[in-house]
């Protein structure tokens, strides 16, 4: 680590189990979680995982704003050694590919987030529609009480779509409460997974 001898070589020596011992640390810590940023990303199919996306993005996150530390020692020395560090581990160039991958994953998040919605509102706005050409003529009178079964195959072709829309608008709305549920659960679960 240096080229100096006798005295100023052991005190040189003796201080990297001090201050610049954990500073080397430090910097092999940082390259070892961008590198596993990267890596998860590779991972990470966009389109299937939004959980895990979602969790790449909190995590690389939080790692920018509570670990990683532009000047580590502020002394001269150890700004000397940081630079030197920083050189030789490539901390800026990972750390510059995790923001991109960051930036990426962002856009990626938000084209699918709203995708999805506009999928969303269409079903939503085709119910409400077809709901509101029938208005109040969508209940049928054989719905009232129990419902007669055997009463289905004399129904008018306007009473089959009035079925046809509070069956689907059922089957849909407990579909997407299962899947709500679904996400919650594994939101839940993921909060677990962070490297760090």
């Keep these: 680590m240096t080229k100096a001898s006798g005295k100023l070589e052991e005190a040189l020596a003796s201080e990297m189990y001090g201050q610049h011992y954990y500073e080397l640390l430090l910097f092999f810590y940082y390259k070892i979680v961008l590198l596993k940023l990267t890596h ?14 979602e969790l790449l993005i909190i995590m690389i996150t ?12 502020s002394t001269t020395s150890g700004k000397e050694i940081t630079h030197i560090l920083k050189e030789v581990f490539e901390i800026d ?4 590919d995790v923001v991109k991958t960051l930036s990426g994953l962002y856009q990626n998040q938000d ?30 009178e054989d719905w009232k009480g129990k419902i007669r079964w055997s009463k289905i195959p004399d129904y008018s072709f306007f009473e089959y779509i009035s079925l046809f829309v509070a069956l689907s608008g059922i089957v849909i709305s407990a579909i997407l409460g299962v899947v709500a549920l679904e996400k919650w659960i ?11």
């Design 62 to 73: 939080e790692f920018s704003a509570k670990y990683l530390f532009p000047e580590v020692n």
């Design 93 to 96: 160039r990972l750390y510059e």
């Design 40 to 53: 998860e990303h590779s991972r990470i199919d966009i389109e299937k995982d939004q959980s895990q996306t």
């Design 111 to 140: 084209k699918l987030t709203t995708n999805r919605n506009n999928y969303l509102l269409q079903i939503l706005t085709i119910y409400t529609v077809v709901s509101g050409i029938y208005g109040m003529n969508l209940v049928i």
């Design 186 to 196: 594994k939101e839940q679960r993921s909060k677990k997974n962070k490297i760090f």
